[in-house]
């Protein structure tokens, strides 16, 4: 069975639904190294989340 990244990283709950195909491209065409990388860098934003690392909206005119 072969590497399925889109499924490792949306049971991490990144939200790859919410790409477009060229970009579900790029993330479907990591090895399991580079998702391991972005899944511990997700759990260690979201352990802070509510403490120190928050979003902000950008408005592009």
Request: hydrophobic share 45%.
């Given at each position: ?24 491209a790029v993330f479907a065409s990591l090895s ?13 934003l979201d352990a802070v989340s509510d403490e ?10």
């Amino acid at each position: 069975m072969s590497f399925d990244a889109l499924s490792a990283l949306r049971d991490t709950g990144h939200p790859i639904d919410f790409l477009t195909d060229r970009q579900r491209a790029v993330f479907a065409s990591l090895s399991e190294h580079e998702v391991a990388v972005l899944n511990s860098l997700k759990r260690r934003l979201d352990a802070v989340s509510d403490e120190d690392v928050e979003g902000h909206e950008v408005k592009v005119f």
